[in-house]
């Protein structure tokens, strides 16, 4: 062993190892912690603060880590527009002034923007302090709703110049399946489902250490997984057990594994119960302990449109503004069948045009139109995840009005305490409130895909351990997600600056007992469509239920009319589907991030009490967590 040298004085002289003999001897001055440096300064450890330092000249004194963008005149200091927004959303500190760094533009007041554009951000746990958790609804003043109709950063259309935006958005588009790679997910999937990995290795037991628990399970797991290619493909089988050796066939569990994540971001609601284990089991591998046991690293980086292209230096695919054509969703509502066929045939020469342009060695046509259709995949995703959004968004601004309410039916005020309600809205509030929730679930839907793969990219790191801890909810592994929650904020403050203020809390709970990881914050956000589409459907089919004379007699004697039906159900959805009735207390949700979409689902958990139930069953309502 190196003994490593301490300072005594100016002369360095060589320490005491480290060991059980030094430890249990009686000179404990010359033993030295390997923790300390050379020179004799104590390392700096995870739960210790060290030397503060000076943020890189050009870049945000707050995060430094991102490029500065505004001075604050009376502070003195540069920021980046999120983390000035959050230092100055209150007290004194919103009547500073700030101006542009790069001189361009006049000096503005900010006792107004930055309420406006409120974001708050940690790099680990996100829980704000008592003070800064309170609600903001007492500088709420009123609002204008912001140009919201159209997403930030949406796909350009036919015909126009695309620039950059496929080339960015493909980097984060996992490449869709082949029929091989397919008959491998079976594979992998059957495996999880028999596998009892969480149960043995979440728990608080005795018996054979953590790590040891983990590699047997994973041993385990891969053993069946041979068995299965075995049972199904004799040849290939028998290759994996030619040496008997999980390390020498490390590269094709690793390509499982793969697959598998690939697919569950494709298709959110596949594997849902079986992704769990998978990316849990991952996590567990990333740990030092457990790799030098297992011989072998099970994971590898997701293969995306942009990798896959960026290998053979093709990425001028992306720029191309046929690309447009061959990647767009054809719609069928309200067209007819040739105008369908005409968009069809006009796709697919776009695909073979951009296959033989781009062809060349090692990337044949059938890998370039892989890569085409996985961009459509995105867009089929956008469609059934984002669009209902939008389409609520479009309902809350057709049938009631952003300020007043004509009568009490078209009125969306709410009060604390009253049908399950824990906030006090009035009309206008309450509008605005749902407006800026909706915007910002369109937002983060419109993102998803980057999300989740910085989600990956937290929960797979090797530096950031996670806690197995009773959340109330049963056992969890809570663990940090700085790079999730940095992309959450940005999203979050590019939501405030659309929608022009924001109202109640913009605290975003994650790393904590209502968030423990970036899986459940995954899951969470991934549900909104199957909150919002079946809402859409019913209000969608409602004209031609009524087309029938006995059930447009029966909308009329109970609601009036179809345009009341439709308020009514809207008006509901909008009152106590955002009541703030996410939690128990105001800190744990309320009007938080997370707790808006909890009181959503809170909402369709009655929804057979509702009296307008059976227009939905109507309309083929089999539940929130159908198929539609």
Same mark, same amino acid.
């Given at each position: +062993?190196?003994?490593?040298?301490?300072?005594?004085?100016?002369?360095?002289?060589?320490?005491?190892?480290?060991?059980?003999?030094?430890?249990? %001897?009686?000179?404990?001055?010359?033993?030295?912690?390997?923790?300390?440096?050379?020179?004799?300064?104590?390392?700096?450890?995870?739960?210790?603060?060290?030397?503060?330092?000076?943020?890189?000249?050009?870049?945000?004194?707050?995060?430094?880590?991102?490029?500065?963008?505004?001075?604050?005149?009376?502070? %003195?200091?540069?920021?980046?527009?999120?983390?000035?927004?959050?230092?100055?959303?209150?007290?004194?500190?919103?009547?500073?002034?700030?101006?542009?760094?790069?001189?361009?533009?006049?000096?503005?007041?900010?006792?107004?923007?930055?309420?406006?554009?409120?974001?708050?951000?940690?790099?680990?746990?996100?829980?704000?302090?008592?003070? !800064?958790?309170?609600?903001?609804?007492?500088?709420?003043?009123?609002?204008?709703?912001?140009?919201?109709?159209?997403?930030?950063?949406?796909?350009?259309?036919?015909?126009?110049?695309?620039?950059?935006?496929? =080339?960015?958005?493909?980097?984060?588009?996992?490449?869709?399946?082949?029929? =091989?790679?397919?008959?491998?997910?079976?594979?992998?999937?059957?495996?999880?489902?028999?596998?009892?990995?969480?149960?043995?290795?979440?728990?608080?037991?005795?018996?054979?250490?953590?790590?040891?628990?983990?590699?047997?399970?994973?041993?385990?797991?891969?053993?069946?997984?041979?068995?299965?290619?075995?049972? !199904?493909?004799?040849?290939?089988?028998?290759?994996?057990?030619?040496?008997?050796?999980?390390?020498?066939?490390?590269?094709?569990?690793?390509?499982?594994?793969?697959?598998?994540?690939?697919?569950?971001?494709?298709?959110?609601?596949?594997?849902?119960?079986?992704?769990?284990?998978?990316?849990?089991?991952?996590?567990?591998?990333?740990?030092?302990?457990?790799?030098?046991?297992?011989?072998?690293?099970?994971?590898?980086?997701?293969?995306?449109?942009?990798?896959?292209?960026?290998?053979?230096?093709?990425?001028?695919?992306?720029?191309?503004?046929?690309?447009?054509?061959?990647?767009?969703?054809?719609?069928?509502?309200?067209?007819?069948?040739?105008?369908?066929?005409?968009?069809?045939?006009?796709?697919?020469?776009?695909?073979?045009?951009?296959?033989?342009?781009?062809?060349?060695?090692?990337?044949?046509?059938?890998?370039?139109?892989?890569?085409?259709?996985?961009?459509?995949?995105?867009?089929?995703?956008?469609?059934?995840?984002?669009?209902?959004?939008?389409? +609520?968004?479009?309902?809350?601004?057709?049938?009631?009005?952003?300020?007043?309410?004509?009568? %009490?039916?078209?009125?969306?005020?709410?009060?604390?305490?009253?049908?399950?309600?824990?906030?006090?809205?009035?009309?206008?509030?309450?509008?605005?409130?749902?407006?800026?929730?909706?915007?910002?679930?369109?937002?983060?839907?419109?993102?998803?895909?980057?999300?989740?793969?910085?989600?990956?990219?937290?929960?797979?790191?090797?530096?950031?351990?996670?806690?197995?801890?009773?959340?109330?909810?049963?056992?969890?592994?809570?663990?940090?997600?700085?790079?999730?929650?940095?992309?959450?904020?940005?999203?979050?403050?590019?939501?405030?600056?659309?929608?022009?203020?924001?109202?109640?809390?913009?605290?975003?709970?994650?790393?904590?007992?209502?968030?423990?990881?970036?899986?459940?914050?995954?899951?969470?956000?991934?549900?909104?469509?199957?909150?919002?589409?079946?809402?859409?459907?019913?209000?969608?089919?409602?004209?031609?239920?009524?087309?029938?004379?006995?059930?447009?007699?029966?909308?009329?004697?109970?609601?009036? %009319?179809?345009?009341?039906?439709?308020?009514?159900?809207?008006?509901?959805?909008?009152?106590?589907?955002?009541?703030?009735?996410?939690?128990?207390?105001?800190?744990?949700?309320?009007?938080?991030?997370?707790?808006?979409?909890?009181?959503?689902?809170?909402?369709?958990?009655?929804?057979?009490?509702?009296?307008?139930?059976?227009?939905?069953?109507?309309?083929?309502?089999?539940?929130?967590?159908?198929?539609?």
């Amino acid at each position: +062993m190196t003994e490593t040298p301490s300072v005594v004085g100016d002369t360095p002289v060589p320490s005491a190892a480290f060991n059980l003999e030094t430890i249990l %001897s009686n000179n404990h001055e010359a033993i030295e912690h390997p923790g300390t440096l050379g020179n004799g300064v104590s390392a700096v450890g995870w739960d210790e603060e060290g030397a503060e330092t000076q943020a890189a000249e050009g870049y945000c004194v707050e995060c430094e880590d991102q490029p500065a963008q505004l001075l604050c005149e009376t502070c %003195s200091d540069a920021y980046c527009e999120v983390c000035f927004a959050a230092q100055h959303r209150k007290g004194t500190r919103k009547q500073h002034k700030s101006k542009p760094l790069s001189g361009q533009g006049k000096t503005k007041s900010t006792k107004s923007a930055s309420a406006d554009e409120a974001a708050t951000r940690e790099d680990s746990m996100d829980i704000e302090e008592d003070g !800064a958790d309170e609600s903001d609804d007492e500088e709420w003043k009123g609002i204008t709703p912001g140009p919201t109709s159209e997403v930030i950063g949406a796909q350009p259309a036919a015909g126009v110049k695309v620039g950059e935006w496929f =080339v960015e958005r493909a980097k984060y588009i996992p490449l869709r399946l082949t029929l =091989v790679e397919r008959k491998y997910l079976r594979l992998l999937e059957a495996a999880l489902n028999v596998s009892e990995y969480t149960d043995k290795i979440d728990t608080i037991g005795f018996g054979l250490s953590k790590a040891k628990r983990i590699v047997q399970q994973i041993r385990e797991l891969c053993a069946i997984m041979s068995g299965l290619l075995l049972a !199904a493909d004799y040849k290939q089988g028998q290759e994996l057990f030619t040496d008997r050796d999980f390390e020498s066939n490390a590269e094709f569990y690793q390509s499982i594994f793969e697959l598998g994540r690939r697919h569950k971001i494709m298709n959110p609601d596949k594997m849902r119960t079986t992704y769990g284990k998978l990316i849990y089991l991952l996590q567990d591998s990333q740990s030092h302990d457990v790799k030098d046991l297992l011989n072998f690293s099970c994971v590898r980086p997701i293969k995306t449109v942009y990798s896959v292209l960026e290998e053979y230096h093709a990425t001028d695919l992306l720029r191309d503004d046929l690309i447009t054509a061959a990647t767009k969703e054809i719609y069928s509502e309200g067209r007819s069948r040739r105008d369908i066929q005409k968009d069809i045939k006009s796709k697919e020469r776009a695909i073979e045009t951009l296959a033989a342009r781009y062809e060349r060695e090692g990337l044949s046509q059938e890998n370039l139109r892989q890569c085409l259709y996985s961009i459509g995949d995105n867009h089929a995703f956008l469609r059934a995840n984002r669009d209902p959004c939008e389409r +609520m968004i479009s309902y809350l601004k057709e049938y009631f009005h952003p300020t007043q309410a004509k009568d %009490s039916k078209s009125s969306l005020a709410i009060r604390s305490g009253r049908d399950g309600a824990r906030l006090s809205h009035d009309h206008g509030k309450q509008y605005a409130y749902v407006l800026q929730s909706l915007t910002l679930w369109r937002e983060i839907l419109h993102d998803m895909f980057h999300l989740w793969s910085l989600a990956e990219q937290d929960l797979l790191a090797e530096n950031v351990p996670y806690r197995l801890r009773d959340t109330g909810q049963g056992l969890n592994r809570v663990q940090a997600s700085p790079k999730t929650s940095r992309m959450m904020h940005n999203i979050l403050h590019k939501a405030q600056r659309s929608v022009g203020t924001w109202i109640g809390s913009s605290v975003i709970h994650m790393g904590d007992h209502n968030v423990p990881n970036a899986l459940m914050f995954i899951d969470k956000y991934t549900q909104i469509y199957r909150i919002l589409l079946p809402i859409c459907n019913t209000l969608s089919q409602i004209p031609s239920i009524a087309a029938k004379p006995a059930l447009r007699s029966y909308i009329d004697d109970e609601f009036g %009319s179809t345009e009341n039906l439709m308020r009514d159900i809207l008006g509901d959805f909008f009152r106590h589907g955002f009541d703030g009735s996410g939690a128990d207390n105001f800190f744990d949700a309320g009007s938080c991030i997370d707790g808006r979409l909890t009181s959503a689902w809170n909402w369709c958990a009655t929804i057979e009490k509702k009296r307008y139930f059976h227009v939905f069953l109507l309309a083929g309502f089999v539940g929130f967590d159908g198929e539609w």
